[in-house]
């Protein structure tokens, strides 16, 4: 028996002790979301939250919802924060070409207020949009990441979507999702991954996201939803005028920390930013 190679499989806690990573939260660039994660600390035998103030550093959350939702928004305007800040980004577009992109973050940054030298200096872009063996091939995505990463010191990855490198693969789904998952933890990544959801039923979880079984891989999921008012029931449920649409969030689930679980409604400003309203409850109480 060779003991010593099983050894090597087994931790004891203490000697992981300093490898856990600080909890702390990294600007989303989406006003009203980033104190919806928070941590709970116990003082004097009290737990009080304490807002985390970004997504949790080091998560890899995904975003899904069905199309014109919002989730490209939220995506650059991630990337966009986090350039301005100081930190590098790396893009991987999967549906939109790079020069469309580029125009696409330009205009999230001009919403945003924020100087585009700094966020074209700090956004790195890789286009599997446009080369299909990057799309196709995962072995070279990922070593291409790692090569990005290594040469531009790169701390988040945005993946715009993840759906699309296992399109016309449904099957493979979860083992691409998993090592994409895997490969941003040993690379010590904070990652968001937009995921397209299928389906149109249970629509603010995260079922039938980006295939099934991928919200289990992850971190943490937030669900985008647009609903059209088109009956009378729901006229009087949200009081808003027929034909009109509402769009509404989620954080379903998020293992790294807490989080706020209510439904919230958000907007899409005519500059293209998402921005949270408020909880839904209280939205329809005040109109
Ligand atoms: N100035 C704008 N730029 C881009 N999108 C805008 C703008 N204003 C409103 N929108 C809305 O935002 C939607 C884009 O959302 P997007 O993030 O691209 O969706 P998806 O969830 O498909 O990625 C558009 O369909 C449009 O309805
Ligand atoms: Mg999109």
Redesign the pocket.
């Known amino acids: 028996m060779n003991s010593r190679r099983y050894r090597e499989e087994v931790y004891s806690m203490e000697e992981l002790k300093d490898k856990a990573p600080r909890l702390f939260g990294i600007p989303s660039g989406v006003e009203g979301l980033d104190n919806l994660f928070f941590k709970v600390e116990i003082v004097n035998g009290k737990s009080i939250k304490k807002p985390l103030g970004g997504y949790p550093y080091l998560a890899v959350l995904n975003i899904t919802?069905v199309?014109?939702?919002?989730?490209?928004?939220?995506a650059e305007q991630f990337a966009v924060k986090q350039a301005s800040l100081g930190y590098r980004v790396l893009f991987i577009t999967v549906e939109t070409p790079r020069e469309f992109l580029v125009q696409s973050l330009r205009?999230r940054a001009a919403a945003m207020n924020i100087p585009i030298e700094k966020v074209e200096r700090n956004i790195f872009i890789v286009d599997a949009a446009s080369n299909a063996k990057l799309r196709e091939e995962v072995d070279l995505l990922l070593d291409t990441m790692a090569y990005a990463i290594r040469e531009f010191d790169i701390n988040s990855v945005i993946i715009d979507s993840i759906t699309g490198l296992y399109e016309a693969k449904e099957v493979l789904a979860r083992s691409i999702v998993r090592r994409v998952y895997n490969f941003l933890k040993k690379w010590h990544q904070t990652g968001l991954l937009?995921s397209q959801k299928r389906s149109a039923s249970e629509e603010l979880t995260a079922e039938a996201a980006g295939g099934y079984g991928v919200a289990h891989i992850v971190d943490g999921t937030i669900v985008?939803y647009k609903k059209l008012i088109i009956s009378r029931y729901d006229m009087q449920t949200f009081n808003l005028p027929i034909g009109s649409v509402i769009r509404l969030m989620r954080i379903d689930g998020c293992r790294m920390t807490g989080h706020d679980t209510r439904t919230y409604v958000f907007e899409?400003?005519?500059?293209?930013l998402v921005k949270i309203i408020s909880p839904l409850d209280e939205y329809i109480k005040r109109k």
Not at 67 to 74: C, V
Not at 268 to 272: A, E, V
């Open positions: 919802g199309a014109d939702t919002g989730k490209s928004l939220m205009a937009v985008l899409i400003t005519d500059t293209g």
